[in-house]
């Protein structure tokens, strides 16, 4: 599953080819579900605000992580986007969306645009050396993986404040967090 930054960066790979304003002939769908049906705000959008963001967290009893994987809260974040937009905003995955203070609801939405700017500025991520995995349109792999601050860094340091990054499951995803800089709810 293409997340926010994997998009984008193939979106300006055709726009270089000079797809724009081409006309399209065939079109190889790979997955028959890629899911358009309630698409949630583009977080990167000028619309998507911290009042935004607060607005589809508010009164929600769901923890955070699959809500924000949940395309219809926030399109484009996925596993990977999700646990490095948490560790940056200090928030535990499994707070309830509803219990975020303002301060930390703005945090949460700075820390989900810095993520996925990066991201997309270096070409988004690309994990193993499968063919299914993510390319660019000009076959290059994206380097975000190095930039990866909690993401399947299970034992490395928290590159904040040192202690080991630990690997829980949350909602059937595996997730990626410090126990320092992300307490857990009471
Ligand atoms: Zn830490």
Request: with cysteine; charged share 25%.
């Amino acid at each position: 599953m293409p997340e926010l930054p994997e998009v984008e960066t193939v979106v300006r790979g055709l726009r270089a080819a000079g797809a724009v304003g081409a006309r399209i002939r065939q079109v190889d769908v790979r997955w028959p579900r890629t899911l358009l049906a309630r698409l949630g705000p583009e977080p990167l959008a000028a619309a998507f605000t911290a009042a935004a963001l607060r607005a589809r967290l508010a009164g929600r009893r769901r923890m955070l992580k699959p809500l924000l994987l949940d395309q219809s809260t926030v399109a484009g974040l996925g596993n990977i986007y999700v646990d490095e937009a948490l560790w940056r905003a200090r928030l535990h995955p499994c707070r309830q969306a509803g219990t975020l203070a303002p301060a930390e609801t703005a945090r949460l939405h700075a820390a989900i645009r810095k993520v996925l700017r990066e991201a997309v500025d270096i070409g988004g991520t690309s994990l193993g050396d499968g063919r299914a995995n993510f390319y660019s349109v000009a076959g290059r792999r994206g380097r975000h993986a190095d930039n990866l601050r909690v993401f399947r860094r299970t034992g490395a340091p928290c590159p904040r404040c040192g202690r080991p990054v630990v690997r829980i499951v949350v909602g059937q995803r595996g997730t990626h967090l410090c126990p320092r800089c992300q307490p857990p709810p009471e």
